[in-house]
């Protein structure tokens, strides 16, 4: 459907001041999705002017209860207003955003679904369907803890560094400050969302040891399986791993994988290894030197943290959200952690 540009023009120079309060327009633009509103800033400079002057109230209304934009919303907080009064305000922008972190959760989620294969002597469709389920249901929480320790850890290291003038920061002071750091996000986390926010990094860390380490030790790439977890983007930094790791895949696709790995290990030595920042020298040897320094480990990401917020709770004996069947190692693996109890 098309219409003249001057119809177009008449018609909302005419409505727009024709209703006072815009009132039905900002109806519509609140039952529209937020695709369309962005694509209908573009019609005109007025139809820009009116979706921008009500943009909060709009994005507002776009959340609407049970609906995965408003669990992200609850998880991902909008920015702060540009008026300056503070308060956190959505604005198409933010929904954007929103809608990638989604995404990125959905793809890895397809990835993590090609990995686990229900029990083949059970009724296998609904078992697998339960698995992705957990990963589904705590996708965005395993996200919000990634993104958010990595944040506050940031902030203080900031704040330490202000401190300490000159000093260099000890690589213990930082550990220490990312453990509470972790702690602090997982207290606003309740049990159940504790035990499976925990199940599912335990699938998608052990999914990822798996297709990285197929022969036994599975942990051998465990410093690389740290760094993408400390990533900006750690889901990302998944699912482009999975993409380059599916048989067929492109040879060039693994090599430009490993070789931002490379960038994301130095990146992250400076960010958070602490002590000094890793010499340059013309030979381009003290990134492999400072690398032998510097050894993240897995625990040291959620689990640490996870073990001592479940004991506190007394949630040590829990039950697993389920029992999978992984053809690449040949065993059953809990969708579920060590301490998962079966009956
Ligand atoms: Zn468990």
Same mark, same amino acid.
Request: aromatic share 10%; proline share 6%; net charge positive.
């Given at each position: 459907? +098309?219409?003249?540009?001057?119809?177009?023009?008449?018609?909302?120079?005419?409505?727009?001041?024709?209703?006072?309060?815009?009132?039905?327009?900002?109806?519509?633009?609140?039952?529209?999705?937020?695709?369309?509103?962005?694509?209908?800033?573009?019609?005109?400079?007025?139809?820009?002017?009116?979706?921008?002057?009500?943009?909060?109230?709009?994005?507002?209304?776009?959340?609407?209860?049970?609906?995965?934009?408003?669990?992200?919303?609850?998880?991902?907080?909008?920015?702060?207003?540009?008026?300056?009064?503070?308060?956190?305000?959505?604005?198409?922008?933010?929904?954007?955003?929103?809608?990638?972190?989604?995404?990125?959760?959905?793809?890895?989620?397809?990835?993590?679904?090609?990995?686990?294969?229900?029990?083949?002597?059970?009724?296998?469709?609904?078992?697998?369907?339960?698995?992705?389920?957990?990963?589904?249901?705590?996708?965005?929480?395993?996200?919000?803890?990634?993104?958010?320790?990595?944040?506050?850890?940031?902030?203080?290291?900031?704040?330490?560094?202000?401190?300490?003038?000159?000093?260099?920061?000890?690589?213990?002071?930082?550990? +220490?400050?990312?453990?509470?750091?972790? +702690?602090?996000?997982?207290?606003?986390?309740?049990?159940?969302?504790?035990?499976?926010?925990?199940?599912?990094?335990?699938?998608?860390?052990?999914?990822?040891?798996? +297709?990285?380490?197929?022969?036994?030790?599975?942990?051998?790439?465990?410093?690389?399986?740290?760094?993408?977890?400390?990533?900006?983007?750690?889901?990302?930094?998944?699912?482009?791993?999975?993409?380059?790791?599916?048989?067929?895949?492109?040879?060039?696709?693994?090599?430009?994988?490993?070789?931002?790995?490379?960038?994301?290990?130095?990146?992250?030595?400076?960010?958070?290894?602490?002590?000094?920042?890793?010499?340059?020298?013309?030979?381009?040897?003290?990134?492999?030197?400072?690398?032998?320094?510097?050894?993240?480990?897995?625990?040291?990401?959620?689990?640490?943290?996870?073990?001592?917020?479940?004991?506190?709770?007394?949630?040590?004996?829990?039950?697993?959200?389920?029992?999978?069947?992984?053809?690449?190692?040949?065993?059953?693996?809990?969708?579920?952690?060590?301490?998962?109890?079966?009956?």
């Amino acid at each position: 459907m +098309s219409y003249p540009v001057q119809a177009l023009t008449a018609i909302h120079t005419k409505i727009i001041p024709v209703l006072p309060a815009s009132v039905l327009i900002i109806d519509i633009c609140c039952r529209t999705d937020w695709r369309d509103v962005t694509r209908l800033r573009l019609v005109s400079r007025a139809f820009k002017e009116f979706v921008d002057t009500n943009e909060s109230t709009i994005a507002t209304r776009w959340m609407v209860p049970g609906s995965y934009l408003a669990l992200l919303s609850q998880l991902f907080y909008p920015p702060k207003s540009r008026i300056g009064d503070g308060i956190r305000r959505p604005t198409i922008q933010y929904f954007c955003g929103l809608e990638k972190r989604h995404i990125t959760c959905s793809q890895l989620a397809y990835y993590l679904c090609d990995k686990a294969v229900a029990p083949i002597n059970s009724d296998g469709a609904e078992e697998i369907d339960k698995a992705i389920l957990i990963w589904l249901g705590f996708r965005y929480y395993v996200l919000h803890f990634l993104t958010y320790s990595r944040l506050r850890l940031e902030a203080n290291k900031a704040a330490m560094a202000a401190e300490s003038s000159d000093e260099p920061l000890a690589p213990g002071d930082l550990n +220490s400050s990312y453990l509470s750091v972790q +702690s602090s996000i997982i207290t606003t986390f309740d049990n159940q969302t504790l035990i499976s926010t925990h199940h599912a990094l335990h699938f998608l860390v052990n999914s990822i040891r798996l +297709s990285m380490s197929p022969e036994p030790p599975h942990k051998q790439n465990d410093e690389l399986v740290a760094i993408i977890l400390r990533c900006q983007m750690p889901l990302n930094r998944c699912v482009e791993f999975f993409a380059a790791d599916c048989p067929g895949a492109p040879r060039g696709l693994r090599k430009q994988f490993m070789q931002d790995m490379e960038g994301e290990r130095a990146d992250t030595e400076v960010r958070f290894g602490g002590g000094a920042a890793p010499r340059r020298s013309c030979s381009g040897h003290s990134r492999e030197a400072s690398r032998r320094k510097w050894s993240p480990k897995v625990p040291e990401v959620w689990f640490e943290a996870a073990k001592v917020a479940l004991a506190e709770r007394g949630l040590q004996e829990h039950k697993p959200d389920g029992v999978y069947f992984f053809p690449e190692c040949s065993q059953e693996l809990l969708i579920g952690c060590p301490g998962c109890k079966l009956k």
